[in-house]
C-alpha cells in the first residue's frame, strides 16, 4: 500500500511554510554527550513560533487552502501547541480560527491561543470526544479542519523538522523522536530515510501512554485511553490512521519513558543547556539521556520538540 506522503511532499512543504516556520538552532552539549555516550545533536524546535514544531504542519496546511475556505474560518483540536500553530497561522492569513482544547491544558497555552486571537472551546477529556466537537463547528460553520497529525499536509510539513536538521549535521546513525499522534515521526522519518537510508528511526512515548508501542507489537492501531502523564502532548488514545502504516514501515522502534525520567530531562536541558523544553519535548532527549537507545551509535540527532510549559510546573520540578 503506498504511503500517505512522500519525500517530495516535505520538499514541497519546507518551500511553502518558509513565510512563518523559523529555521530552529542545532545544538551540542559535550556534558549531555558525557551521559549519553553518544554525540547528540539537539533539533531545538522548542525555540520556534509558537515554541513547538506544530507550526510546521499547520502553516503547510492553510498556507494551502483557497481564499474562498480560507473566508469561512479553520478549526483545530488541541491540548496547546497545535492550537497556538493554528492561531498563528490563521492570523498570517487573516481566517478565523476556532480551537477546541480539554478545560485542564497548561494555562499558558490556553492563554497563549486566545492571546492570538484564536476562539477556545473548552471540553471535559475524561468525559467528552473532542474530534466530535470540533467536526460538529466545521458542519455548522463551513471553516476548515486542521488536524493536529492525521493528514498529509500535516505530516509533511513536520517532516521538514528532519529536513533541516539533516542538512546542518549530515548523516546520523540514528534520529529519535516524540510521538504523540505521530506526525511528527512518521514526516521524519519520510525525509530521513530518503537522505540516509541507513538512519536508524526510533520515536518515544511516555510509559503510561504507550499507544504506538502496543500498536507495533500488534500489527494493528490501539487505544489507550485517559493516559495519565506530565507529557500532556504526548496522550493521543491512538496513532493515527494515515501515520501509523509510515511508522510502522520506517521505524525501527517506540521508545518508552517515565515521568521522572522526563522530569530529568527538562531539568538538564534548562541547567546544563540553558535552554526551556517541555515535558513532551524533552522525550526523545530523556530516552537518549539514560541510554535507553541501542548502545553502538556514535551519532543521534533528538528532536526537542516543545517548549511551552507552565510556570508552577516547572518549579514543581
Request: include cysteine; charged fraction near 20%; charge should be neutral.
Amino acid at each position: 500500500m503506498p504511503l500517505a506522503i512522500s519525500p517530495a511532499d516535505v520538499l514541497t512543504a519546507a518551500e511553502r511554510i518558509r513565510p512563518l516556520a523559523r529555521r530552529t538552532p542545532v545544538m551540542t552539549s559535550s556534558g549531555f554527550d558525557a551521559q549519553a555516550g553518544a554525540r547528540v545533536f539537539f533539533k531545538c524546535e522548542n525555540l520556534q513560533r509558537g515554541g513547538a514544531f506544530k507550526i510546521r504542519g499547520a502553516s503547510n496546511l492553510i498556507l494551502s487552502l483557497p481564499e474562498a475556505a480560507l473566508s469561512r474560518g479553520v478549526v483545530a483540536f488541541s491540548s496547546g501547541n497545535h492550537a497556538q500553530a493554528t492561531a498563528i497561522a490563521a492570523r498570517h492569513v487573516g481566517a478565523r480560527a476556532t480551537i477546541v482544547m480539554p478545560e485542564d491544558a497548561p494555562r499558558s497555552k490556553m492563554q497563549a491561543t486566545r492571546d492570538l486571537g484564536a476562539r477556545v472551546v473548552t471540553y471535559n477529556r475524561l468525559t467528552e470526544d473532542r474530534e466530535r466537537i470540533a467536526h460538529g463547528i466545521v458542519e455548522e460553520t463551513g471553516a476548515t479542519l486542521v488536524p493536529p497529525y492525521d493528514h498529509p499536509l500535516i505530516m509533511a510539513g513536520q517532516g521538514t523538522t528532519a529536513l533541516e536538521l539533516l542538512e546542518e549535521t549530515g548523516k546520523l546513525d540514528a534520529l529519535i523522536v516524540p510521538v504523540g499522534g505521530g506526525g511528527l515521526l512518521a514526516g521524519c522519518a519520510t525525509i530521513a530515510r530518503d537522505l540516509h537510508p541507513g538512519v536508524r528511526m526510533f520515536g518515544v512515548e511516555p510509559e503510561t501512554a504507550n499507544d504506538t508501542f502496543l500498536s507495533l507489537a500488534a500489527g494493528h492501531r490501539v487505544t489507550v485511553a485517559h493516559s495519565e502523564t506530565i507529557a500532556d502532548g504526548l496522550r493521543p488514545p491512538s496513532p493515527g490512521e494515515l501515520t501509523f502504516p509510515v511508522i510502522e514501515r520506517l521505524v525501527e522502534a517506540v521508545i518508552l519513558v517515565t515521568d521522572a525520567e522526563l522530569r530529568a530531562a527538562v531539568k538538564f536541558l534548562l541547567l546544563r543547556l540553558k535552554i526551556l523544553v517541555e515535558p513532551s519535548g524533552a522525550a526523545a532527549a530523556a530516552a537518549v539521556l539514560f541510554r535507553k537507545l541501542p548502545q553502538n551509535l556514535a551519532s543521534i540527532g533528538v528532536v526537542l520538540s516543545g517548549g511551552n510549559i507552565d510556570f508552577e510546573t516547572l518549579a514543581s520540578y
